[in-house]
């Protein structure tokens, strides 16, 4: 299971760093500041719907299939990788990358919760 979370991890902060070398810029301020006081809250939308899709199965999987001693280190996973495409979809060029990394996202997501039981 800290394989499966390790590569989640990775893959998210491998995606936020191309995204914001494709175009994020000091725009991005904003939104870092009202994450770090704990504003982002579940639910939130990215505006990319490959993305939005990828967090609503990532959520429920995580909410409902995976143990509770487990959850802690998905969600804290899964608020890293919002907070980070929220910064990526602010250019067209970041939303344009997310469609095609959120698919990416999604797929690698079946595999490494495939054994909870998720359905995706």
Known sequence: MTTKTFSLFALCLLMGAALLACGGGSGNTAN????AGGTTAS???IGVPECDDYI???EACVSGKVPEAARATYKTSLETMRTTWKNAAETPAGKAA???GCKQALEQAKANLGSFGCSW
Do not use: I, S
Request: charged letters at 25%; zero cysteines.
């Open 56 to 58: 609503a199965k990532y």
């Open 98 to 100: 997310l469609a095609q």
């Open 32 to 35: 870092t500041a009202n994450t």
């Open 43 to 45: 639910g939130d939308k």
